[in-house]
């Protein structure tokens, strides 16, 4: 498309990912495992030479016990455990290899990756810009418009608004109501006692919003939906739950990011930065090759 593009990075999925996936043979200068660094370094690489974006930022969380969140529902994410000091370590290596290669990297301690990438992409949208949003959590669903795309890197599949539909059975503009009403074990979030995935869609889809639903509940039980009475009674008795619920689900568009047009425009890395920390990581010659050519 000719409409100016920016790619929005859930860094902290890829350096989960390259975690999990890369063998633990990989150290650094001071026998430090660093395998989680040479994954997300490679992911990186092979993102910047397919994609040479005009404007790109990657965007981490740093707020697992902190975010605003937190404070309004202490359980929620409750049920992560913190990652073991080798990884914690390896997330701030990842930030280094982020902002030597010139890219944005976001991060704050009160709102987490998915409301600092929202609120790129709000701030992006008023400038003309399209987003592509390089992750495969399902909770960006509700920030695509018309002309942005979710990119699931790993599969290498993109969708755009009507893939959220396919996906979740419900509209962008529905997904935190989804969320709120069938609950996200991911994060912690319990949902309405016997509302699943299915029977929110359908709710959604009759109703429109949660707003709707729960002001119209009586209509419920004349729904052709299974257990549909019992449904409208547990709706009426976790109806604060559910707003409360959609609090958590919804992601901020006021998240303190550059409202800058150009704020994330992508001018190359730091090469003398970039060879030190190849040498200090111990990045193989193809690596370090890539990314001289990327700085």
Request: proline share 5%.
């Amino acid at each position: 498309m000719s409409t100016p593009t920016a790619h929005l990075v859930d860094g902290s999925l890829y350096v989960f990912r390259a975690w999990h996936s890369m063998p633990d043979e990989f150290t650094d200068t001071e026998g430090n495992p660093v395998n989680a660094v040479h994954g997300f370094t490679r992911f990186l690489c092979e993102l910047l030479e397919r994609t040479r974006p005009e404007h790109i930022a990657v965007a981490f969380d740093a707020s697992l016990t902190t975010s605003f969140r937190n404070a309004i529902y202490p359980a929620y994410k409750a049920n992560r455990e913190l990652p073991p000091p080798d990884l914690e370590r390896q997330f701030v290596l990842c930030r280094e290899i982020s902002l030597a290669l010139g890219l944005v990297t976001l991060i704050d301690h009160s709102y987490e990756a998915d409301d600092l990438i929202g609120s790129s992409l709000w701030s992006l949208r008023a400038h003309g810009l399209r987003s592509v949003i390089v992750s495969a959590d399902k909770d960006f669903g509700q920030l695509l418009g018309e002309h942005d795309e979710q990119w699931d890197y790993a599969r290498n599949l993109r969708w755009g608004p009507a893939g959220v539909h396919e996906r979740l059975g419900v509209h962008p503009h529905q997904v935190a109501d989804y969320l709120a009403l069938c609950g996200d074990a991911v994060d912690n979030i319990p949902g309405v006692p016997g509302v699943g995935a299915k029977t929110a869609a359908a709710l959604l889809a009759h109703f429109g919003s949660l707003d709707a639903l729960l002001e119209r509940v009586d209509e419920v039980p004349f729904l052709r939906i299974r257990g549909a009475a019992s449904c409208a009674q547990k709706l009426r008795e976790h109806k604060d739950a559910a707003l409360l619920y959609r609090r958590l689900t919804r992601i901020a568009l006021d998240a303190p990011v550059s409202m800058a047009a150009d704020a994330l425009a992508w001018n190359g890395g730091n090469a003398a930065l970039l060879d030190e920390l190849g040498e200090r990581l111990r990045f193989g010659p193809l690596t370090r090759q890539r990314l001289k050519a990327l700085a």
